[in-house]
């Protein structure tokens, strides 16, 4: 299987030599064109919790509801 591939690549130099710079200007592009963060976003990841509770007051609806809920998260 090498001993083909090798004589295939002797008998079709043209063809190997434009698969070479295909392949080393597409690794250029890609360099240039990849986006690279220099300083990461290490902030926590941040859940908005919505709780309905009718007829209840917001203090009860935080102390009952939505303070449980959240501290489960931590």
Do not use: C, H
């Amino acid at each position: 299987m090498i001993e083909k591939i090798i004589s295939l690549s002797i008998k079709n130099r043209f063809l190997v030599l434009m698969a070479t710079l295909f392949l080393i200007f597409a690794s250029f592009w890609a360099i240039k064109n990849t986006p690279l963060d220099a300083i990461p976003d290490l902030s926590p990841p941040q859940v908005i919790v919505a709780v309905n509770w009718v007829g209840q007051s917001p203090e009860i609806i935080e102390a009952q509801g939505t303070y449980p809920l959240v501290s489960q998260f931590l």
